[in-house]
């Protein structure tokens, strides 16, 4: 149980860590590159609540009351498709260019922490939760990596080259 609730704390970690990527990021851009990132710090803040309930019942030493693992499925939605002008943005921006690098990574780790979690996990509800936030993540993960792929061919093209 302490492993467990150990591996909650971090999950909620990285998940705040989400928030002020996606949040800072939002901040800096505009149109729909703004509201993408908005759209993810929400994602990422219903992430942490999610987390955060179910640490709490855990620790009361109570089974979680509510089926996350089916809300999660239910609120699971399609790629975005980025336009050519949204990459150029986001390649024209270095904190932005920056934030997809570190988010990718975020995103890649909660992916995989949550699926180690999830083979740890003996209980069906718990196991389903985890696997659920995992698939959640890998979404993400493959969101920012095409973002980022497509992106660095204008990043090259905007950038002057020169000595900082």
Do not use: C
């Not at 302490?2 to 990021?25: G, R």
């Not at 999660?72 to 975005?80: E, Y």
């Not at 270095?94 to 209980?123: D, F, G, P």
């Amino acid at each position: 149980m302490d492993a467990l609730m150990q591996a909650i704390k971090n999950a909620m970690k990285a998940e705040v860590d989400s928030v002020t990527i996606y949040s800072e990021a939002a901040l800096r851009a505009e149109g729909d590159v703004a509201e993408f990132f908005a759209s993810r710090a929400d994602e990422e803040k219903r992430h942490y609540n999610w987390l955060l309930q179910y640490y709490k019942e855990l620790l009361g030493g109570h089974s979680p009351s509510t089926n996350v693992a089916a809300e999660l499925k239910g609120t699971a939605h399609p790629s975005p498709i980025f336009s050519q002008e949204f990459l150029r943005r986001v390649a024209s921006d270095r904190h932005l260019s920056a934030a997809v690098s570190s988010a990718v990574l975020l995103e890649l780790n909660a992916t995989e922490h949550y699926r180690t979690m999830a083979l740890q996990a003996h209980e069906p509800h718990l196991k389903a939760f985890l696997n659920s936030l995992a698939d959640w993540e890998s979404r993400h993960y493959a969101d920012l990596l095409k973002i980022q792929d497509e992106s660095r061919q204008y990043w090259f093209e905007i950038q002057n080259f020169e000595p900082f």
